[in-house]
């Protein structure tokens, strides 16, 4: 479970969908999050998926994960200038230990 | 609600001297986790303190030690800092159990800075 990997961009218009991916490895992962974090705080989260779920819907943030390809994605809806931020994928299998990816910065062009 | 709290906020340290930082779990939770997040990475995993023991330890050398007390609170201990070490120190709480363990609350960091 230490392989997360992201793109390392993201630049959007305000109003558009904004869809970050992430790409995971350990098959084993129980849980897997999206967490945000702006520049100099700490980390937010924003949400997470259980394993044995596809989808997961929450106001204005759509989480897919695809089990077989391994792959989690964070659909953003209405994105806003306050979006943006970095968002980093995380994964677990015991809750314990979480490995991250690397980020991905989102730019939300007015 | 108090949220996770962490100090010192900035700290500058030297080659080869020690440095403790502090973190307050958030109200009610019992278990907390320290990551380093160096400049443009994601963080990595140090290690989780549970019922005042390391329960879990990522792929840190032994100077990174800790310590969590009776009110659950915590401590992360780095001897001989090295260059390296510069880095964001999170530290996240969480609730032991079968779900709330996945739910990890992150504080807003300490800025170590090695000359």
């Known amino acids: 479970g230490e392989d997360v990997e992201q793109s390392l961009f993201l630049s959007v218009r305000e109003g558009d969908s904004s869809v970050i991916n992430c790409t995971y490895t350990d098959s084993s992962s129980t849980y897997l999050y999206w967490y945000k974090q702006e520049p100099g705080a700490g980390l937010q989260l924003l949400t997470y998926i259980f394993s044995n779920m596809d989808m997961k819907q929450d106001q204005r943030l759509t989480v897919l994960l695809n089990k077989k390809d391994k792959h989690l994605s964070l659909r953003i809806a209405d994105t806003q200038t306050g979006d943006s931020a970095i968002y980093f994928c995380?994964?677990?299998?015991?809750?314990?230990?979480?490995?991250f990816g690397t980020g991905t910065s989102l730019t939300v062009i007015p | 609600d108090a949220g996770v709290t962490q100090s010192p906020t900035h700290l500058i340290k030297t080659r080869g001297q020690q440095v403790t930082l502090r973190c307050s779990p958030k109200?009610?939770?019992?278990?907390v986790s320290w990551y380093q997040q160096a400049l443009g990475q994601g963080p990595q995993f140090i290690f989780q303190y549970y019922e005042e023991e390391e329960r879990q330890r990522g792929n840190f050398p032994d100077r990174f030690s800790g310590h969590q007390f009776p009110n659950y609170s915590s401590e992360l201990n780095v001897n001989a800092l090295l260059l390296g070490d510069s880095a964001l120190y999170l530290c996240?709480?969480?609730?032991?159990?079968?779900?709330?363990?996945?739910?990890?609350?992150f504080g807003p960091g300490t800025r170590l800075t090695v000359l």
């Open positions: 995380a994964e677990s299998i015991t809750g314990n230990q979480f490995y």
């Open positions: 109200s009610g939770h019992d278990t």
């Open positions: 996240a709480s969480s609730l032991a159990g079968i779900r709330q363990a996945y739910e990890q609350f």
